[in-house]
Structure formats: C-alpha cells, structure tokens
C-alpha cells in the first residue's frame, strides 16, 4: 500500500479545521457569540483564495489575527471558507479567508486554542481582490492598528 493513500496528518488537520468550522458555523447561525465568548484566528494574508483590502495586505503583508467578539457583521461559513465584516478604523471592510489558510483559532475564555499547519504554495499569490498596482501607492510606514481590532497572537502562546 502507498503510504500516501493514508495521510494521517492530513486527516488529523482536516478534523482539527472542522472544528474551527463548526464553531464559526453554530455562531453565524446564531447571529453573535454567547457570553463572554471570542475568537482569534491567525491566517496568512498570502495565502491562495484570501480576499482582503489592499491596505491590510500592505500592513500584514505575511500573517493577519483577527478577533470576531463584539463587531463582526455577516459571518458567511462555507466547506472550505468563511466571511465576515470587520471594522478597521471606523471602516468596514469584508475579508475572505479559505480554512486552509488559517495558523491558529483560539477562544481565550475557554481556553481553547488550536495551531493548524499551513501548507505553502510555490508561488504565493496575491489575493484576487488586491491589484498589484495598489500595494505600490500604499504608504511606506504603516499607521497605528486601531485598538481592539488586530492583535498579535504570539502574546497569547506558551514559550
């Protein structure tokens, strides 16, 4: 038999990644987290199939964490991706993002946290909604994260 053919590893991910789903899943079905409930989720910013404005790209031009707790707006969670609206700066702004390209998903006021393996393509793309031309027009020295908005995770994981 091919060791290929049972790639436990891929499963273990797969199953880990559906976890993730599930959660954001029971949450846009619900309309908002219950109790003192919230998400981070890292992903890379690179990665194929992501959809975010060029700004964040130019910013966050490897890894992005965002937090879903008080404002998000129309979480959409499909098989292989999600959705969801995000303020920056006052702004709303809508990101895509394939679950495979998230790194961590972590609800600090349960504990939980989640690392997911991140498979690199060859050639990272940029994202279908950012044209290369914008990148070029965006400032040299990013401005201040707004507050409460972009956190870094690595705060958050054991050393």
Not at 64 to 74: C, D, E, G, K, Y
Not at 86 to 94: H, M, S
Request: one cysteine or more.
């Amino acid at each position: 038999m091919n060791d290929q053919v049972l790639r436990y590893d891929r499963m273990v991910e797969d199953a880990l990644r559906g976890v993730m789903r599930q959660c954001l899943t029971l949450v846009a079905r619900r309309g908002g987290l219950p109790g003192g409930h919230h998400f981070y989720i890292t992903f890379r910013t690179r990665h194929p199939g992501v959809s975010i404005p060029a700004h964040l790209l130019a910013r966050y031009p490897e890894e992005i964490t965002i937090v879903l707790q008080h404002q998000f707006w129309n979480l959409d969670v499909g098989e292989d991706r999600f959705s969801v609206v995000l303020a920056f700066g006052g702004v709303r702004e809508t990101l895509a993002v394939p679950f495979a390209a998230v790194s961590a998903f972590a609800d600090p006021s349960a504990k939980f946290g989640l690392q997911y393996q991140v498979e690199q393509s060859e050639s990272a793309i940029l994202p279908q909604s950012v044209p290369a031309s914008s990148l070029a027009a965006e400032p040299s020295k990013p401005a201040d994260p707004p507050k409460g908005q972009v956190i870094a995770l690595d705060a958050f994981r054991k050393k």
